[in-house]
């Protein structure tokens, strides 16, 4: 077996973990253990909880003292015995703390899965620009796998999904035992401050780094709301006779994994259009996008509307990945050498981070504010974080000064 084939299984599955569950927990905490708005947003507040603290603490680990193939192994299966735990959980406290741990042993996954990768394709004389992109691709066809199976097996708004995911992470981390060795490189780790990014602190005395990050944050908070609403969303069309039946009603996890389809199309234009017309333009291009995302979801239905629905799944993949690999080479160019790991752990943390659980508790309040004994009021949700995500491109348009200068901008590498 060759060198990338073993790669591409280990983000097939790494991703694959995700996809069973990310999309369609929030239908099926709304829908089948009938949790509140607010309840099902605290929840999804794990997830940026988990992002700040987890990512650091195990990227040190894997630098001083573990082998990171054997730490991704290890998280992995300990959190296979977390989602088992969590598909047996039917009150909101209870989940929210399973949830975190769920959470705390998967987020730091995503970055440790890289580290490994790298570490192998160096170790092998293998340029990771080049050779790690392809096999990330396969990441994100996993996670498009795992919501096809989920969703044909109808386990969207039960708690199988919780039980297939944690399967899947015990498979994931057995196999990852079977990986090359990936040893601890002390030359190269991090301390506290520089995993948590506090050295980039600093650059928020230059005011365009400022508002970079300023917006990072806002922008952060719109990043997951349609993986935590859209199931809940589609769902409740099944009580309108008129979509009752309709495929988009019947297979949620089909239609949302449009949105993870179009990511693996627009992050191949990345560099086309960085090149063209710059990052400032990029990044509000993602902003537009997310208005685009949102106010489509508002106007559109399973039935009639269904090419609104698909339409705003479509542009997911220039409102998610724009500004997330387009601000990732705005620090990699802007930031000082000797703290550029420091500002893209800072970026990490105000999108992932800090703007995810913003989003995950101001979504969660939104929607119960807009539910009433006859369900919720999902035109003006979408709505306005429509106008939300319009008003921050509009200010950012304004606020932020940046020069595009062509022939300096590289093709970025996908993370």
């Known amino acids: 077996m060759s060198l990338k084939f073993r790669l591409t299984i280990i983000n097939f599955l790494q991703f694959f973990i995700w996809g069973a569950y990310l999309t369609s927990i929030g239908g099926y905490m709304y829908a089948t253990l009938h949790f509140k708005g607010e309840e099902i947003g605290a929840i999804f507040l794990t997830l940026g909880i988990a992002s700040v603290f987890m990512p650091p603490i195990l990227g040190i680990i894997s630098d001083r003292w573990v082998n990171a193939e054997r730490l991704l192994g290890i998280t992995h299966i300990i959190g296979a015995a977390a989602l088992y735990y969590a598909s047996t959980i039917d009150t909101p406290s209870r ?9 705390a042993t998967y987020m730091p996954t995503i970055s440790l899965n890289n580290t490994v990768s790298y570490h192998i394709l160096k170790n092998n004389g293998l340029e990771p620009q080049k050779y790690f992109p392809p096999i990330r691709v396969w990441g994100t066809i996993g996670f498009i796998a795992a919501m096809w199976l989920t969703d044909l097996f109808h386990w969207t708004l039960t708690a199988t999904q919780l039980v297939f995911a944690a399967v899947s992470a015990l498979v994931t981390g057995l196999y990852c035992f079977t990986l090359p060795p990936c040893k601890p490189d002390n030359k190269g780790a991090q301390t506290l401050a520089q995993a948590f990014g506090i050295e980039a602190l600093k650059l928020f005395k230059i005011p365009k780094m400022a508002i970079f990050f300023i917006f990072s944050l806002f922008l952060g908070a719109a990043l997951q709301i349609t993986n935590q609403w859209g199931v809940p969303f ?3 069309f099944k009580f309108d006779p008129a979509f009752a039946n309709t495929a988009g009603v019947k297979y ?10 179009s990511e693996t199309v627009f992050i191949v234009t990345i560099p086309f259009f960085l090149r063209k017309y710059g990052i400032k333009t990029v990044m509000l291009m993602s902003m537009f996008a997310w208005f685009l995302r949102f106010g489509l979801f508002g106007i559109g239905d399973p039935g009639g509307g269904l090419f609104f629905l698909i339409l705003s799944m479509i542009v997911y993949g220039m409102a998610f990945d724009f500004f997330n690999i387009s601000g990732s ?16 752990g800072l970026f990490m943390m105000m999108t992932n981070g800090i703007g995810a659980m ?8 939104l929607i119960q504010h807009y539910t009433e004994d006859n369900g919720t009021n999902w035109k003006a949700v979408w709505f ?22 062509p022939d300096s901008i590289q093709q970025p590498a996908v993370h």
């Open 384 to 405: 306005i974080f429509a106008a939300y995500a319009f008003i921050i491109g509009i200010i950012f348009m304004l606020v932020f000064r940046y020069r595009h200068t």
């Open 252 to 261: 949620p996890n089909i239609l949302i994994s449009i949105s993870q389809i």
């Open 95 to 103: 989940m929210f703390w399973a949830m975190l741990l769920v959470c």
């Open 358 to 365: 913003i989003g995950s508790f101001g979504s969660g309040w």
């Open 329 to 344: 080479l705005f620090i990699e160019r802007e930031a000082p050498a000797m703290i550029r790991g420091s500002a893209q």
């Open 234 to 236: 589609i769902d409740h």
